[in-house]
Antibody
Framework: QVQLQQWGAGLLKPSETLSLTCVVY????????WSWIRQPPEKGLEWIGE???????NYNPSLKSRLTMSVDTSKNQFSLKLSSVTAADTAVYYC?????????????????WGQGTLVTVSS | IVMTQSPLSLPVTPGEPASISCRSS???????????LDWYLQKPGQSPQLLIY???TRATGVPDRFSGGGSGTDFTLKISRMEAEDVGVYYC?????????FGQGTKLEIK
């Protein structure tokens, strides 16, 4: 059974770096893209970006200058770092499994999701 | 690509059908002939779940009362008979180009 479990700091001050990690159980880590999506309180979903096991990434241009994604294939983990956070980055952050890794882009199909992590940015 | 859903709120009587529209600012047709449009349901207090991908393919375990259709820039999610467990917010997402983009969401509730 495929499970994604995520963790990371839930309270940050402005200008700090958001850091989240997601571990994958029950799935071939090398076959898929691994995605991050966020949802501000009472708002809709925003796709942040994705990474595959080779480290190939696709980032949302609106966040690209502050965004770094990485993978640790030995642990079936992938991570998100977002620098210089502001209150506008307050959201629930989700990790999810995307499409096949053999292509240059995951093409959606976010079939499995983590439980979500609420990250609050406040001074 | 901008995604626009309608309506934004939809009260439905149990047992009755429901339909949600999603329009994209450009065609979602890939050169391989597939339309890269997903539908997700976010039940209250839960993570979103995939319902439909490639515009009309149900994800594993999704009841057959859910169906997706459409082409070009216009897509529809239909529920043949509303059940209480179907309440939540429905999102369409274009997956043709990076960055993937979501519609605003349609809140489906029991009338």
């Amino acid at each position: 059974q495929v499970q994604l479990q995520q963790w990371g700091a839930g309270l940050l001050k402005p200008s700090e770096t958001l850091s989240l990690t997601c571990v994958v159980y029950g799935e071939s880590f090398t076959d898929y893209y691994w995605s991050w999506i966020r949802q501000p309180p009472e708002k809709g979903l925003e796709w942040i970006g994705e990474i595959n096991h080779r480290g190939s990434t696709n980032y949302n241009p609106s966040l690209k200058s502050r965004l770094t994604m990485s993978v640790d294939t030995s642990k079936n983990q992938f991570s998100l770092k977002l620098s210089s956070v502001t209150a506008a980055d307050t959201a629930v952050y989700y990790c999810a499994r995307g499409g096949a890794s053999k292509y240059s882009y995951g093409y959606g199909r976010l079939n499995y999701w983590g439980q979500g992590t609420l990250v609050t940015v406040s001074s | 690509i901008v995604m626009t859903q309608s309506p934004l709120s939809l009260p439905v009587t149990p047992g009755e059908p429901a339909s949600i529209s999603c329009r994209s600012s450009q065609s979602l047709l890939h050169g391989n002939g597939h339309y890269y449009l997903d539908w997700y349901l976010q039940k209250p207090g839960q993570s979103p779940q995939l319902l439909i991908y490639l515009a009309s393919t149900r994800a594993t375990g999704v009841p057959d009362r859910f169906s997706g259709g459409g082409s070009g820039t216009d897509f529809t999610l239909k529920i043949s008979r509303m059940e209480a467990e179907d309440v939540g917010v429905y999102y369409c997402m274009q997956a043709l180009q990076s960055p993937a983009t979501f519609g605003q969401g349609t809140k489906l509730e029991i009338k």
